[in-house]
């Protein structure tokens, strides 16, 4: 088993490109989850799907959109990236009830 | 709203115990969850506390007070690989809200 995969693994943006991030998981899993972690900070949750075919906004969902594919993958859409959005970017997903978030490797994106 | 606080570093060195509190305020709460993360690295899930009292696993213990809005990890043991940043989080339905982390730096 993969676990949680994502790619790109890097990625370099100019102001107003687009781009979706891809997060794709083989565990069977119910939720997934996008975050973002900045220097100094602790993981700020963007979007979370706790099924296929739900969708919900977490603490910083603004300038972001999310598909909930199927029960496998989940991406993450940037339509007009801003300088603010450059991070790093953790999928992860859980079985649904439990408390264990397994993570991807995450995505560095730089947004000039 | 939800809020955590832990330290911002703590320094200990090898073979030492090092406890790593966390504080939070949520308007609701069903447990408390430690995470670490090697630079780099993705997080890593360590444990999880529902219900007041200490759950030990292998070097790591984590210990939760619901009455005081308060838990800590306590990492046994130190070893040079325990350097990291740990986090602790809280759920709130769906939503997960991760303090800002506490870097741990291991000394020989």
């Known amino acids: 088993n993969a676990g949680v995969t994502q790619t790109p693994k890097f990625q370099v943006l100019k102001t107003g490109q687009s781009m979706t991030l891809q997060c794709a998981q083989d565990?069977?899993?119910?939720?997934m989850y996008w975050y973002r972690q900045d220097p100094g900070m602790g993981l700020r949750l963007i979007y979370y799907?706790?099924?296929?075919?739900?969708?919900d906004k977490g603490e910083v969902p603004n300038g972001y959109n999310v598909s909930r594919l199927n029960k496998r993958e989940f991406s993450l859409r940037l339509e007009s990236a801003a300088p603010s959005q450059t991070s790093v970017y953790f999928c992860?997903?859980?079985?649904?009830?439990?408390?264990?978030?397994?993570f991807g490797p995450g995505t560095r994106l730089l947004v000039l | 709203g939800q809020s955590l606080e832990q330290p911002s570093e703590v320094t200990a060195v090898e073979g030492a115990i090092v406890q790593i509190n966390c504080t939070y305020q949520t308007s609701g709460f069903y447990g408390l969850s430690w995470y670490q993360q090697h630079d780099g690295g993705a997080p890593t899930f360590l444990s999880y506390n529902a219900l007041d009292g200490l759950e030990e696993t292998g070097r790591f213990s984590s210990f939760l007070s619901r009455s005081d809005s308060y838990g800590y990890l306590l990492l046994q043991e130190l070893q040079m690989k325990d350097s990291a940043s740990y986090f602790c989080a809280v759920r709130e339905n769906n939503d997960m809200r991760f303090g800002a982390g506490t870097r741990l730096t291991v000394k020989p």
């Open positions: 565990m069977n899993h119910n939720s």
């Open positions: 992860a997903s859980s079985l649904a009830g439990q408390e264990t978030q397994y």
């Open positions: 799907s706790a099924s296929e075919g739900t969708t």
